[in-house]
């Protein structure tokens, strides 16, 4: 597959490099290191899909003419449109042209991430109480530098997006009522700290983030029935703990099983190879995913800056 990245920002970089040798030519409008300007400038012959590191308002006008073309497309998240309805037609588009349109989450590729779906599907901690995750980094004068970043909702499509994914990747459908608890302008002109939370169904769901965390950290604990579980950190900040505690009735001390690991971050190459393989496979496009984003982080966002 011969790929294109568009956007030779610090994401574009990483993806140019763990595309190897499928990558034939990057793009952007103020980076003289890109071959192209415009993706309108590269001949339609050169490529067979695009790696769109780009900023949120040109996403849209991107993906329609990558699909109006036959080019399959990954998005870095999250995939924002003006209008709801918009997710929706992209998605109509791309199946009936045969193309895939895949939005990226490379968490759901950490080590850890995946064990803790398993052990959830298993049944083996029995009825999931309650969800905490934690995801901080130290990035608030960098956006607040940033000629683009440092406005809209700030923290909520950047780390938000994730986190509502995970809780999705976890559990399936999520309470489509998440709320906004605080949210707060601590250093930038958006805000860069938020409390998000849901108790309409189980599990409760409780998720802050921030760019103010000069340590980057991520923690997750889950509460359950048969006992719990926890990671400690990511494999790009590790090393990197998952913990499965398991329940002593009608009390005691629960023995414990502890996996760590210190490697490199693996979730970028993994997902490249999950996106060659749904185009090798001509997979259907399915953005029910990015239409729940959209819906939540969109109220969201009014509420944070209301």
């Given at each position: 597959m011969?790929?294109?990245?568009?956007?030779?920002?610090?994401?574009?970089?990483?993806?140019?490099?763990?595309?190897?040798?499928?990558f034939?030519?990057?793009?952007?409008?103020?980076?003289?290191?890109?071959?192209?300007?415009?993706?309108?400038?590269?001949?339609?012959?050169?490529?067979?899909?695009?790696?769109?590191?780009?900023?949120?308002?040109?996403?849209?006008?991107?993906?329609?003419?990558?699909?109006?073309?036959?080019?399959?497309?990954?998005?870095?998240?999250?995939?924002?449109?003006?209008?709801?309805?918009?997710?929706?037609?992209?998605?109509?588009?791309?199946?009936?042209?045969?193309?895939?349109?895949?939005?990226?989450?490379?968490?759901r590729f950490e080590p850890h991430f995946v064990r803790m779906r398993d052990l959830i599907s298993s049944g083996e901690l029995g009825a999931i109480y309650n969800c905490r995750m934690f995801y901080g980094n130290g990035t608030a004068r960098l956006v607040r530098d940033s000629a683009w970043?440092?406005?809209g909702a700030g923290v909520l499509p950047d780390l938000g997006s994730h986190l509502l994914d995970?809780?999705?990747?976890?559990?399936?459908?999520?309470?489509?009522?998440?709320?906004?608890?605080?949210?707060?302008?601590?250093?930038?002109?958006?805000?860069?700290?938020?409390?998000?939370?849901?108790?309409?169904?189980?599990?409760?769901?409780?998720?802050?983030?921030?760019?103010?965390?000069?340590?980057?950290?991520?923690?997750?604990?889950?509460?359950?029935?048969?006992?719990?579980?926890?990671?400690?950190?990511?494999?790009k900040w590790g090393p990197t703990t998952f913990r499965h505690r398991r329940r002593v009735l009608p009390s005691g001390h629960p023995p414990e099983t502890a996996i760590t690991l210190v490697q490199d971050d693996p979730t970028w190459a993994l997902e490249y190879e999950y996106f060659k393989k749904l185009c090798a496979d001509r997979a259907p496009t399915d953005l029910t995913n990015d239409f729940f984003l959209q819906r939540t982080l969109t109220r969201l966002a009014k509420d944070a800056l209301a």
């Open positions: 011969r790929v294109i990245v568009a956007g030779l920002g610090v994401q574009g970089r990483k993806r140019r490099n763990f595309a190897g040798a499928d034939v030519a990057s793009v952007d409008p103020v980076n003289q290191e890109a071959e192209y300007q415009s993706l309108q400038d590269v001949p339609v012959n050169r490529y067979d899909a695009v790696l769109a590191c780009i900023p949120d308002e040109p996403k849209l006008d991107l993906v329609r003419y990558c699909i109006d073309h036959g080019k399959h497309v990954l998005i870095e998240k999250p995939l924002w449109a003006p209008r709801d309805e918009d997710i929706r037609q992209l998605e109509h588009s791309a199946r009936a042209n045969g193309v895939v349109v895949y939005t990226a989450y490379n968490h970043r440092d406005q995970t809780c999705r990747f976890w559990f399936g459908d999520i309470a489509a009522d998440v709320k906004l608890i605080t949210v707060n302008r601590f250093e930038n002109r958006a805000p860069d700290h938020a409390i998000l939370g849901s108790d309409s169904k189980r599990p409760r769901i409780e998720l802050e983030m921030t760019l103010c965390m000069w340590r980057n950290h991520f923690t997750c604990d889950i509460l359950a029935e048969r006992g719990t579980a926890h990671i400690e950190s990511l494999c």
